[in-house]
């Protein structure tokens, strides 16, 4: 197994009214296969839409661009799907200051829907590198969260690893 290098990455970013089209449309990925579900609180739901609300810092997604060039996701799943809850008036803000998405006014809709979402693209171009360099990667972020038991059960690295070889 060849051993990771730095990766060649890339940054850029997409503002939130981009996100309606790029997710059923498929051109950004949650790859089922290794990733978690719908898997944060309420209270962090809530808190992500105040930070954006409030012009904070969300952090940077980090992608890499699969075979069928979709911006697969390696990091920032909980974040796309709130976004995306809130944007369809999907998240409860019962007990929120907070608005729903349909009920904003133009000018707040254009505040929320302006705001930069940024990303970090693994940009990776050795073959031989490639999967060593998103499993790598992959495994690290998720140590800034841990994997449950069921999830370090059903998504060990060697699950993520058949992922890429076809078993």
Not at 9 to 19: N, Q, S
Not at 21 to 41: A, H, M, V
Not at 134 to 139: G, R, S
Request: negative net charge; glycine residues 4%.
């Amino acid at each position: 197994m060849p051993k990771q290098k730095v990766p060649d990455i890339d940054f850029d970013y997409w503002v939130i009214a981009e996100l309606p089209e790029l997710l059923p449309n498929n051109k950004i990925y949650i790859n089922k296969k290794y990733q978690r579900g719908d898997i944060w609180t309420h209270t962090q739901k809530i808190e992500l839409i105040k930070s954006i609300d409030n012009r904070y810092s969300i952090g940077a997604l980090v992608l890499f661009i699969n075979e069928d060039k979709q911006y697969e996701i390696l990091d920032g799943q909980q974040r796309l799907i709130t976004i995306n809850q809130y944007l369809k008036d999907d998240l409860d803000l019962t007990n929120t200051e907070l608005v729903k998405y349909s009920e904003l006014s133009r000018k707040g809709k254009t505040h929320f829907d302006d705001y930069c979402v940024y990303y970090i693209k693994l940009k990776s171009h050795d073959p031989e590198s490639k999967e060593e360099d998103i499993i790598q990667t992959f495994l690290r972020l998720q140590e800034g969260t841990p994997l449950n038991k069921a999830e370090k059960i059903e998504c060990p690295q060697r699950k993520i690893q058949g992922y890429f070889s076809g078993d």
